[in-house]
């Protein structure tokens, strides 16, 4: 399995078994443009045991990338999608979202992660251990001493949930306003690795959203041939 290490990113290559990986990016491309306006608020508890749907699916193979050292008890996930014409999202440091909104407390997770889709225009993912910068276009840091990482279909990346991270938009710069062209959406898994479950994140299978994402069923039979008019069962 090929892997390299950054300074602050590790970068998995193949991450998931072909299968279930094509199985993924259907069911994501299914998806559509579902909650499309609101996708990184649409969140979802996943506590690593039977999975009900794919990314859970792809969340208990992708555990074996997650370093040793901090405790993780389950997975928070959502589904990035956006136009690099048009980023929306800032540069953040993940935290437990509603809990921050109601007391101020900022509790990160153990381990931040993006497991890539597709390729797109531009888009690369940029981390730092700079502090965000609420003046700044996109809150990017006054010090922008990123590691970067290119989209690339089947790529897991692996840092430490206190480091700064954002996307860079089409043309790979700090966003700073919605450029010309509308390109094909960059489609992200987004899973961050916790110690304790982030408040009123639910489970998927309780959330009734996303039904494109189920977990497809296997039969427990084997196949049939049909030869000369019977049903034969292969040896």
């Not at 998995?12 to 078994?17: C, E, G, I, N």
């Not at 279930?20 to 609101?38: D, I, K, N, P």
């Not at 690339?152 to 966003?175: C, E, I, K, S, Y």
């Amino acid at each position: 399995m090929d892997a390299t290490t950054d300074r602050r990113v590790q970068i998995h290559a193949d991450a998931l078994p072909p299968l279930l990986f094509a199985a993924l990016l259907r069911g994501v491309q299914a998806v559509g443009t579902e909650r499309l306006r609101t996708t990184y608020q649409t969140t979802f508890w996943y506590d690593l045991d039977a999975p009900a749907c794919l990314p859970e699916a792809a969340a208990l193979a992708l555990r074996a990338y997650i370093p040793a050292g901090k405790r993780v008890i389950g997975v928070e996930w959502w589904l990035s999608r956006m136009r690099t014409t048009d980023v929306q999202v800032d540069f953040h440091v993940d935290r437990d979202e509603r809990l921050a909104l109601r007391t101020g407390r900022q509790v990160q997770p153990s381990w931040s992660t993006v497991f890539f889709l597709n390729r797109c225009r531009g888009g690369l993912l940029a981390v730092t251990d700079a502090p965000p910068n609420p003046a700044s276009d996109s809150f990017a840091p006054d010090r922008q001493d990123w590691d970067l990482v290119r989209p690339v279909p089947n790529r897991f990346a692996v840092f430490d949930a206190r480091m700064t991270h954002g996307v860079l938009d089409a043309r790979n710069q700090v966003p700073t306003c919605k450029l010309p062209g509308n390109p094909p959406l960059r489609l992200a898994l987004i899973l961050n690795w916790w110690h304790r479950r982030p408040e009123a994140t639910p489970r998927w299978s309780e959330a009734r959203l996303y039904r494109a994402l189920v977990l497809p069923r296997v039969s427990a039979r084997p196949p049939t041939e049909r030869r000369g008019g019977r049903s034969r069962t292969p040896a």
